[in-house]
């Protein structure tokens, strides 16, 4: 009985030290990023880049899931974050401009800018007009010269209904033709993966979406791309895509940030923390491939400066939507 009890005993420490090993060697808590559209789009490609990123990293021994949520291009993630996961601090929503100027709109219900954490940005996309790789049109010009001989033979197409951000930057494109936006024919898609989708299979002859979208098919020789909505060529597999400057076109420039946020309620230290692994990671070499990779050029703010940022930019994008029709400043 004795010996029962000691190698009883014995069982019992040695059970101890592998719960304590395995205790030490289980993965910190996982990461998810919600993407709030189809794979393919934007908010897909910012999970995608964060995932490269956080795998890289040495200090981050933990599990990054990438999770879809359609619906009203990212309303769907934001009440998701906002009503049932408040407080997770592994939590991340992808976001861009877009997203800013749907909570300008009302497109997220009664929410405001001030109703999540702000974590991230991780880079700014730029918009670009892409047709099909055979469409007729040969450059920018002859695009608007077509429009503006028969604007209703042109459909435009892009993430977002009307008064969304691929809808302003065609609405600026048609404008740039001399066609007024409401005579433009537009055909609205849940997200960039579904517009990319319809128009390499010709169901629309235009998309003015952002170039890390785009990228992709412009290397698989499936899109052509006429133009970037920026100040400059963009670096990498784009720098051949010229300006509208470039070409004597006025078209304003579209600059589309990219980043993430997370729950109203997730603690400020966990903030904190949050910040300074984008801060680490944002100097990354692997990082900063990956980004040029997708046609992105640097843009990184974090916590309190993002915050800043987001509110400005949201009276901007107000002021924005009210010259077109969309709203008041």
């Given at each position: 009985?004795?010996?029962?009890?000691?190698?009883?005993?014995?069982?019992?420490?040695?059970?101890?030290?592998?719960?304590?090993?395995?205790?030490?060697?289980?993965?910190?808590?996982?990461?998810?990023?919600?993407?709030?559209a189809q794979p393919g789009g934007g908010?897909?490609?910012?999970?995608?880049?964060?995932?490269?990123?956080?795998?890289?990293?040495?200090?981050?021994?933990?599990?990054?899931?990438?999770r879809h949520m359609?619906?009203?291009?990212?309303?769907?993630?934001?009440?998701?974050?906002?009503?049932?996961?408040?407080?997770?601090?592994?939590?991340?929503?992808?976001?861009?401009?877009?997203?800013?100027?749907?909570?300008?709109?009302?497109?997220?219900?009664?929410?405001?800018?001030?109703?999540?954490?702000?974590?991230?940005?991780?880079?700014?996309?730029?918009?670009?007009?892409?047709?099909?790789?055979?469409?007729?049109?040969?450059?920018?010009?002859?695009?608007?010269?077509?429009?503006?001989?028969?604007?209703?033979?042109?459909?435009?197409?892009?993430?977002?209904?009307?008064?969304?951000?691929?809808?302003?930057?065609?609405?600026?494109?048609?404008?740039?033709?001399?066609?007024?936006?409401?005579?433009?024919?537009?055909?609205?898609?849940?997200?960039?993966?579904?517009?990319?989708?319809?128009?390499?299979?010709?169901?629309?002859?235009?998309?003015?979406?952002?170039?890390?979208?785009?990228?992709?098919?412009?290397?698989?020789?499936?899109?052509?791309?006429?133009?970037?909505?920026?100040?400059?060529?963009?670096?990498?597999?784009?720098?051949?895509?010229?300006?509208?400057?470039?070409?004597?076109?006025?078209?304003?420039?579209?600059?589309?940030?990219?980043?993430?946020?997370?729950?109203?309620?997730?603690?400020?230290?966990?903030?904190?923390?949050?910040?300074?692994?984008?801060?680490?990671?944002?100097?990354?070499?692997?990082?900063?491939?990956?980004?040029?990779?997708?046609?992105?050029?640097?843009?990184?703010?974090?916590?309190?400066?993002?915050?800043?940022?987001?509110?400005?930019?949201?009276?901007?994008?107000?002021?924005?939507?009210?010259?077109?029709?969309?709203?008041?400043?």
């Open positions: 009985m004795q010996l029962f009890a000691i190698s009883l005993r014995r069982v019992f420490a040695a059970a101890s030290v592998v719960l304590a090993s395995a205790a030490c060697a289980t993965p910190s808590p996982e990461f998810e990023c919600i993407a709030g908010f897909d490609r910012t999970c995608k880049l964060l995932r490269t990123a956080f795998a890289d990293d040495p200090s981050l021994n933990r599990h990054f899931r990438i359609p619906g009203g291009i990212g309303a769907v993630a934001w009440h998701t974050v906002t009503s049932q996961r408040r407080a997770e601090p592994n939590t991340l929503v992808a976001f861009s401009t877009g997203s800013v100027l749907n909570i300008v709109l009302g497109r997220f219900g009664k929410g405001t800018v001030n109703d999540v954490r702000w974590i991230a940005t991780v880079g700014a996309d730029h918009g670009a007009v892409a047709v099909r790789a055979d469409a007729p049109y040969a450059d920018l010009p002859s695009l608007l010269a077509h429009l503006k001989a028969k604007p209703s033979s042109v459909i435009f197409g892009g993430g977002g209904r009307l008064g969304s951000q691929d809808w302003m930057k065609s609405a600026l494109v048609a404008r740039a033709a001399g066609v007024p936006h409401k005579a433009m024919r537009y055909v609205a898609f849940e997200g960039g993966g579904e517009s990319l989708t319809a128009l390499i299979s010709g169901h629309i002859h235009v998309y003015a979406g952002d170039a890390s979208e785009i990228a992709p098919f412009v290397k698989s020789g499936e899109v052509r791309l006429l133009t970037v909505l920026a100040a400059a060529r963009l670096p990498g597999v784009l720098s051949n895509v010229p300006t509208p400057r470039e070409l004597g076109v006025s078209i304003e420039e579209w600059t589309t940030v990219r980043g993430v946020y997370a729950g109203p309620d997730v603690p400020p230290a966990d903030v904190e923390r949050l910040t300074r692994i984008f801060e680490r990671i944002s100097r990354s070499e692997s990082f900063v491939k990956a980004r040029d990779d997708l046609g992105m050029t640097p843009f990184n703010l974090r916590g309190e400066a993002l915050t800043t940022y987001v509110k400005k930019d949201a009276q901007r994008l107000k002021k924005l939507a009210s010259d077109f029709g969309l709203g008041s400043p």
